[in-house]
């Protein structure tokens, strides 16, 4: 079974300028999230899909982040502008489907973002 | 709101001995459940061990135990016979469950260990 992919692996940009990322969770998992890992801490929510449903995204700088998920499948984060605190891994979970704690977060390999 | 802490930032132990990893939490929820999640150099998070809070059975997993104390709202994970392949950061992380309708609840991780297995 493949498992969650995300690309591109690293990035490296200019404060003030654009950048997107993409997931493509395990087939068949209806959620999807987005989490930042900046250097020395754990991971933080940004936004949770439910099928093309935004369940969740009270982390995320409106101003700046947008994401979505047209088809129920694959996912895009964008990043406009970005600043130099935006330096982070995005990783990109997937799980089965809703209705509790039961299921598994699979996560991706994750895009690591320097921002100069 | 969550909060979950891992006092330990780097810990090494020899090979083949056995270690453990300290987590405390922070919540005013009676059901919740915790994780131990690895994160290898190469990045990709993997599922090491999980607890359900009503249970009071310590989780395990081949090498892998728990020690869930809930009045204390601690969540200390054991690797027993450590392997060089244990050498990862590791999280704890919680997860309150939401409504049914509502998918998966988000996961509050901590700011990790680092562990180091010596050859």
């Known amino acids: 079974e493949a498992g969650v992919a995300q690309s591109p692996r690293y990035k490296i940009i200019e404060k003030r300028q654009s950048v997107a990322f993409w997931c493509n969770p395990i087939s068949g998992h209806a959620t999807l999230y987005w989490y930042q890992q900046i250097l020395g801490q754990g991971p933080k929510l940004l936004i949770q899909f439910q099928n093309n449903g935004v369940v969740d995204d009270s982390q995320l700088p409106k101003d700046r982040f947008s994401a979505e998920r047209l088809k129920g499948v694959d996912s895009t984060l964008k990043i406009q502008p970005a600043k130099l605190e935006d330096s982070a891994v995005y990783l990109c979970a997937s799980s089965l489907e809703g209705g509790g704690a039961q299921e598994t977060q699979y996560f991706g390999p994750g895009t690591r973002l320097l921002v100069l | 709101a969550q909060t979950v802490t891992q006092s330990q930032p780097e810990m ?99 700011t990790g260990t680092r562990l180091t297995i010596i050859p």
């Open chain 2, 12 to 110: 090494s132990v020899q090979e083949a001995e056995t270690v453990t990893l300290s987590c405390t939490y922070d919540t005013s929820e009676n059901n919740y459940y915790l994780f131990w999640y690895k994160q290898p150099p190469s990045r990709q998070m993997i599922l090491v061990i999980r607890q359900e809070a009503y249970k009071q059975q310590n989780a395990t997993e081949n090498r892998f135990s728990v020690n869930f104390q809930k009045a204390a709202k601690s969540f200390s994970l054991k690797i027993s016979d450590s392997q060089l392949g244990d050498t990862a950061m590791y999280f704890c992380a919680f997860m309150k469950p939401s409504s049914p309708t509502f998918g998966n609840e988000k996961l509050t991780f901590g």
